[in-house]
């Protein structure tokens, strides 16, 4: 081979190197990005969508700054009655009882999990639970686990809420994210 064919062999190498790398990045960044805007949690393994995300204002913890909001993120299949304000269908359920510092909204930041005997002070939360095969017509089909530790970050711009949520439970762990907006219970 003379010598600019060998020059052109050694660049189209060197090009096709650096596409090829360039794609893996591509390809790696949409799976992140991806991860980032689904709204999903893992739990014992398993992946379960959360498409709906509900809140009830309870007001003010007496004597403490902070106000006790319940947010219940659930399946497309879960959904809330307007009529009878209870929840119904077959799906996933995770239910929080955050302590934000807003009276009117859940405020952004980062939830430590509260211990039992602490105060229900700002961004904390004092629990919950999650809910997989949830079904209103046989409750003992459900899987129940409690939240026993963790935190959430919580990110509200207008009128979306974003949770980036990594628990502990009875017997595993649950995380994943969730992008939506909230409806008012």
Known sequence: ?????KRIFLMAAVISTALMSCSDDDAEDSVDDLFEVASLVVYNDVSYD????YFELLGENVGLDSYDVEVYLTASSVTLSAS?????GDGTFLYLD???QDENELSSGTYTFLEK?????????AGGYILTNYDEEIEDK???EQITGGTIKVTTEESKVSFVIDLTSTN???KGNFSNSLSAI
């Open 142 to 144: 459900s899987e129940y």
């Open 1 to 5: 081979m003379n010598l600019i064919g």
């Open 98 to 100: 955050f302590n934000s």
């Open 84 to 88: 009878s304000g209870e929840f119904s």
């Open 117 to 125: 005997g602490e105060e229900r002070d700002p961004f904390t939360f």
């Open 172 to 174: 595993s762990t649950i």
């Open 50 to 53: 959360l498409d709906h995300g």
